[in-house]
């Protein structure tokens, strides 16, 4: 946070479970930008929840690369239709 006000805050652990390839992507655009997966997370939900876009033109074409890169074919239209490989299988199947 360049020349900006610091705020303290307290981080804790988390498990969240994500999807794979786009945990992947997540995860290298982290390391391109010289961050913790952390750090770029609430950086992404911070913009979010302001209604911003969190990354400029530059940092949305490094995101199509690794997309293509990981496999990662989802968009935003995939939002709360992903269903858990395995999911609905009875013992029987």
Sequence with gaps: MAGGRK????????????E?????????????????LG??????????FDGK???GPASRGRIRELKK???LDL???ASHRLVEAG???TADE
């Design 20 to 36: 794979k390839r786009l945990l992947k992507v997540l995860r290298a655009l982290a390391d391109y930008h010289d961050l913790t």
């Design 53 to 55: 876009c969190a990354f």
């Design 75 to 77: 968009d935003s239209r």
């Design 7 to 18: 705020h303290i805050v307290e981080r804790v652990q988390t498990g969240v479970r994500m």
């Design 39 to 48: 750090d770029l997370l609430e950086g992404i939900v911070l913009h979010a």
């Design 69 to 71: 890169i990981y496999g």
């Design 87 to 89: 999911a609905g299988k």
